[in-house]
């Protein structure tokens, strides 16, 4: 196991333990624990390219690791009423949606064609995507710790940008994964940024 797997596995750990924190009402804790989670990411890639540790696994825990941790987060702060439920729905649909259509679309490309699953790289509009969910997590778990009710009208301003951009990155997902299945010569095979 290299390092960067381990930093990665170390997220993944962290995430039930973000969740009996914040449910239980351990704010403060539960975003210094979700602070240590983003932070982690941040290392984990930079220990995998600095040392070269590189690995299919990482390629494949690193994104699921990031993916559990928001849909943890936002399940939690929508069940304390931090974040309107229906955004928590939307991102939480999304996701499902995308890892359900990527595992067929691997699986079809394999046997039609015999080819090897592509690596998708996130497009700008799914990193905004991403950008914005952990933005309104973040203020939306310092809000929840009670201190600062003044965060409340940044986490609502963030709400619709939030939602806007995880609904148009899963319907540019879709579309590529759509164009995907068309004859190799006759497509792209690199996400449009």
Known sequence: MTLANAITLFRIVLIPVFGVLFLHGHHALALIVFALAGLSDLLDGLVA??????TRLG?????????????????????????????AALVIARDVVLVAGAGLLALRLRRVA???????????????STATQVATIGLGLAQGMGGWPALGPWVAALVVPCAAATALAGIQYVAFGIASLRPPAARRDTVPA
């Open 49 to 54: 390219r600095a040392l070269h540790q590189q």
């Open 59 to 87: 390629q494949i825990l690193d994104p699921a690791a990031d993916k559990l941790l928001l849909v943890v987060c936002f399940l939690a702060t929508a069940a304390r009423g931090v974040i309107p439920r229906w955004l």
């Open 114 to 128: 015999g080819e090897a699953p592509h690596h998708w790289k996130p497009t700008r509009l799914g990193k905004w």
